[in-house]
């Protein structure tokens, strides 16, 4: 008997099979992940996946948010402070990001000027060099630029690095930006001037509506992007971060790990978050196709 | 196509002159001011305004250092008010484990008791101190190199002496001689005399000793009980030279051939300095020629060295994968729940076992920290044993520094004109850090050994140590906060006579070398010594590509002077 093979319709054992397949792929992740978070909740690190390891507190959280490094002793660190600013850096990389994209990825697909394929040309070769390559000239820069008042660096120094971290996101968001741009119809764009619309008013109450999941998209990535950033933000600010904290004490051998477990954990929350938030958005983005 | 690349040559040629351009303003700021103190007064020929009532003439920029504490500090607290300065701030960036919060709480003692001076005499300025802690001293020395020059680091760097040679090279911390020289006599010959040695770099001074070590050989007295090994005379055979690093492995055999213990013997893992080349010291080696300001790699000793390391790991008695070795999981439960009968250790593990759970109770299966009296049941200590008989036993230092930065007092008002005025508080400030007590404070809850004798007698005061336990002593409501639970944990007769017994070690202390090249040296030892266990290189084979790693890299060839051969017909045991 012939079997009618329609192309949306996968066979159950290969579906299974692939399941299996992405699941196993997953698991060292979800592992290590699952492992991080219960061993923030333990008294010792059950990493060894021994579960005897696993003896369960709360105290590590307790002990993270008095700014403690270990049960005894220890110089109080301002925990709350550090995700603040790790907060501060990531929106500010999410906003800058956005505004610069936003507006050279409507350029770049919408209005016809010299130069434009190679500038975009440009713009994908900026994005393969990789942000250590970089620090050196960016290091020498914020050296000259840094005003001499400490409390004024201070502040500079925040707005450098999200400057400088937004400057390694922006020409990928670009391209990203540019496709939802070139997705959407140019009747509608037309339309509009037609009504009489500027072509800023186009752009801010047509154009911008019309690729929110893309606006969505490249704030999530510049988000996470500056809230995972470790170099930069190392080298450039003056305050710490979620980062630099975990770093700065995680690599000696009296580190009390189970404490810079809950650090991680808590480092971790904002993107495990945004993930299932936005798993759907993310989906549409990667597929690179809006809603109509 | 020709034209494209003609285009792309001239975009790219015109980034790499604009890159010129900024490279090259970015250089020509201002460098950094090496700053040497004066010791001649700076008369300054600008006028400010002038909050005394009593006179017109221009108030001091500077005052003299005297070596009189009281006098000096009085003098600086009246020159600054004179200066219309009521408030001096200052940060503190230090770094180590959790109960040597002292090197922060040190500093904020002294302003506290300067703050005092000041009050009773009447003097309206107030200093405040902030703190930046990491973990990790390597790191922090990271950051200080970063942050110095955009002057975002702290006035007070409390860090290894290793880093003293290259931070004042880069004139990023006080030349401090003169005043160091002042105080010589009221302060600092107090000082133990083989810790000012990692202070000075060629004739000057750059550091103040904060706090050191002594790094013993622990060995378990229930796994030498067991083979039958009486150990009362055992820590003057090791001063004496008598019992060497071949009865180790002996003793380390037996307890495993018998069952007593799984390991014979435990060390430290991951950089080989400072611990791992106390072998060399041990074998008679030297890895520093003082005279040619030059690395030595000492053949003979480190042949040596890698051969005992590889015999021990191929017979079974060190673990072959020690080098990365979990601290918490591995090395300290193995110690401290005795399945090895030699530990090579740092002073500080005393109160470390007993802050940390790394021992299983076998009646409760609960993780815990050691009681003061098991450490004392079960752990008997000696020097580092010579390594053959007729040589010397040794024990390795690493003393922390206070060391000043050379911007030190920057975030202060009218910096330029009161710099020396500043930096001459920091160096006071640091003076009285170093008081007896705020130094016995520090070794006793830490489990480092004083680095001045006043301390150490403190160390034998019992009224004292009694007076630290139920904190009667008259210190910071800060400090007392900050120190009450580790003191609550660790200050106890028997850690207190530890630390006075282990004093003496410092008499046999080494060094590493205080060379900018050393940390390069010691990193290709560390991966040798870990291919060396693991049975990937013989010793020769490790002393070989010890050889090639160094002629590889120009700058290290040029440090590192090799002597030597590799001794024929050596045996070990």
């Given at each position: 008997m012939m079997q009618l093979w329609d192309v949306e319709v996968k066979s159950r054992k290969i579906e299974i099979v692939l399941i299996l397949a992405v699941f196993l792929a997953s698991l060292p992740l979800i592992l290590n992940y699952g492992l991080l978070i219960l061993s923030s909740f333990s008294t010792e690190m059950v990493t060894n996946l021994d579960p005897t390891s696993f003896r369960p507190t709360i105290d590590n959280w307790i002990l993270l948010f008095e700014g403690r490094l270990s049960v005894t002793g220890g110089v109080r660190e301002d925990v709350v402070r550090y995700t603040?600013?790790?907060?501060?850096v990531a929106l500010g990389v999410a906003g800058v990001v956005v505004l610069v994209s936003v507006m050279a990825g409507y350029a770049m697909s919408r209005m016809n000027f010299k130069g434009r394929s190679l500038i975009m040309q440009m713009i994908l070769l900026l994005h393969a060099f990789p942000g250590v390559a970089l620090i050196i000239a960016v290091y020498l820069i914020f050296r000259a630029t840094l005003p001499s008042d400490i409390e004024?660096?201070?502040?500079?120094?925040f707005a450098y690095v999200i400057v400088a971290r937004a400057a390694l996101e922006i020409p990928m968001s670009i391209w990203l930006i540019k496709g939802f741009f070139d997705r959407v119809p140019w009747e509608v764009e037309w339309a509009a001037i037609i009504d009489g619309a500027s072509r800023l008013r186009v752009w801010r109450e047509v154009m911008l509506p019309m690729v929110k999941p893309g606006i969505a998209a490249i704030a999530i990535f510049a988000f996470l992007a500056g809230w995972e950033d470790l170099i930069y933000v190392r080298t450039f600010l003056f305050d710490r971060t979620l980062a630099t904290y975990i770093e700065s004490n995680i690599n000696v051998e009296f580190a009390y790990m189970p404490l810079l477990a809950a650090a991680?954990?808590?480092y971790?929350?904002?993107t495990i978050l945004f993930f299932i938030l936005t798993q759907r958005l993310l989906l549409e983005t990667s597929t690179g196709g809006i809603k109509g | 196509m020709a034209g494209n690349t003609t285009k792309y040559a001239i975009i790219g040629i015109i980034i790499i002159i604009i890159i010129a351009i900024g490279a090259y303003y970015a250089t020509q700021k201002p460098a950094q001011t090496t700053t040497t103190p004066t010791t001649t007064s700076s008369p300054s020929p600008t006028t400010t305004s002038s909050p005394s009532p009593t006179t017109t003439t221009a108030p001091p920029k500077t005052v003299e250092l005297t070596g009189d504490f009281n006098k000096d500090i009085i003098a600086v607290g009246k020159a600054l008010e004179a200066n219309g300065i009521s408030e001096v701030k200052f940060t503190v960036w230090a770094a180590g484990d959790p109960n040597s919060v002292m090197r922060i709480y040190g500093i904020y003692e002294a302003a506290h008791r300067i703050n005092k001076i000041w009050a009773d005499n009447g003097i309206n300025v107030k200093i405040t101190v902030n703190k930046y802690w990491i973990s990790d001293f390597n790191q922090l020395y990271q950051e200080y190199l970063s942050k110095q020059p955009l002057g975002q680091a702290g006035d007070f760097f409390v860090d290894s002496y290793v880093f003293i040679g290259s931070l004042a090279k880069e004139g990023y911390i006080l030349d401090i001689t003169p005043w160091v020289n002042k105080y010589w006599d009221s302060v600092f010959s107090d000082f133990y005399k083989p810790l000012w040695q990692g202070m000075k770099v060629g004739d000057k001074y750059y550091g103040i000793p904060q706090d050191t070590e002594a790094r013993p050989l622990y060995i378990r007295k229930d796994v030498a009980k067991c083979i039958g090994w009486d150990l009362s005379n055992v820590a003057d055979l090791v001063k004496e030279g008598k019992f060497t690093w071949k009865d180790v492995y002996e003793k380390a055999k037996e307890a495993v051939s018998k069952g007593c213990s799984e390991w014979g013997l435990i060390h430290r893992k991951g950089s080989a300095h400072p611990d791992l080349i106390q072998f060399i010291y041990a074998f008679g080696g030297k890895l520093y020629d003082p005279e040619k300001d030059k690395l030595v790699l000492d053949v003979p000793a480190v042949y040596k060295w890698l051969y005992v390391e590889w015999k021990f790991a191929q017979d079974g008695l060190l673990p072959k994968d020690i080098m990365s070795w979990d601290w918490a999981k591995q090395i300290h439960p193995t110690i401290v729940e005795g399945k090895t009968l030699f530990d090579i250790g740092g002073t500080w593990y005393w109160t470390e076992w007993q802050t940390k759970d790394y021992y299983t109770d076998p009646n409760t299966g609960e993780k815990r920290g050691l009681k003061p009296e098991e450490v004392k049941e079960w752990f008997y200590y000696t020097l580092f044993p010579a390594g053959e008989e007729g040589l010397k036993p040794v024990t390795l230092s690493q003393p922390f520094a206070w060391m000043?930065?050379?911007?030190?007092?920057?975030?202060?008002?009218?910096?330029?004109e009161l710099k020396d005025l500043y930096h001459k508080l920091a160096f006071l400030i640091v003076v009285k850090a170093s008081d007896p007590d705020i130094n016995a404070i520090h070794s006793v809850i830490s489990a480092h050994v004083p680095v001045r004798k006043k301390a150490t007698e403190l160390l034998y005061d019992k009224d004292w140590i009694n007076?630290?336990?139920?904190?009667?002593?008259?210190l910071a409501p800060e400090v007392k906060d900050n120190i009450k639970d580790i003191v609550a944990t660790t200050v106890n007769e028997i850690n207190v006579e530890f630390l006075a017994n282990v004093s003496y070690m410092l008499d046999?202390?080494?060094m590493a070398p205080n060379h900018p090249k050393y940390p390069a040296l010691a990193d290709i030892f560390a991966e040798t010594v870990d291919q060396v266990l693991r049975g990937q290189m013989t010793p020769e084979e490790a002393v070989q590509h010890i050889i090639s790693?160094?002629?590889?890299d120009p700058e290290l060839s040029q440090a590192v002077e090799i002597v030597g051969e590799i001794p024929g017909g050596w045996q070990f045991p």
């Open positions: 603040i600013n790790t907060a501060i004024l660096a201070r502040i500079y120094s991680g954990t808590l971790l929350l904002p | 000043i930065n050379s911007r030190a007092g920057e975030q202060n008002p009218k910096y330029d007076k630290l336990v139920n904190l009667q002593l008259d046999y202390t080494h790693r160094i002629q590889a």
